[in-house]
């Protein structure tokens, strides 16, 4: 009569087993979300950096186009913070904005 009394046990010891295994999958699938975010932060941050080092280098060798700068400086982070704000449609704008040729000139002609 033992026996009877264990019918199902292996059907639920499956179960406690998937639970588990679910719980499992599901810290690994935040972990991911963690480490996509962070990428994203790093990217964002390096690309922030290279702005800023391209604009002094700019600044550096000419001098006197400092107002443009400083519109070129307040478009890009007006562009970043749409960005951020889930507004992809600026996106599109930063690349442009990032590659104005008049900054090029400038530093050509002064």
Request: charged share 10%; glycine share 14%; no cysteine.
């Amino acid at each position: 009569m033992p026996v009877k009394y264990q019918q199902g046990v292996g059907l639920l010891e499956v179960l406690v087993a998937l639970l588990l295994l679910v719980i499992g999958v599901l810290g690994f699938v935040g972990l991911q979300l963690r480490a996509v975010e962070a990428t994203s932060e790093g990217f964002n941050r390096i690309q922030a950096m290279n702005i800023a080092r391209d604009l002094a280098e700019k600044i550096r060798i000419n001098n006197s186009a400092i107002t443009e700068y400083q519109t070129q400086l307040a478009n890009n982070a007006n562009n970043a913070n749409n960005a951020n704000n889930g507004n992809n449609g600026n996106n599109g704008n930063n690349g442009n904005n990032g590659n104005n040729g008049n900054n090029g000139n400038n530093g050509n002609n002064g």
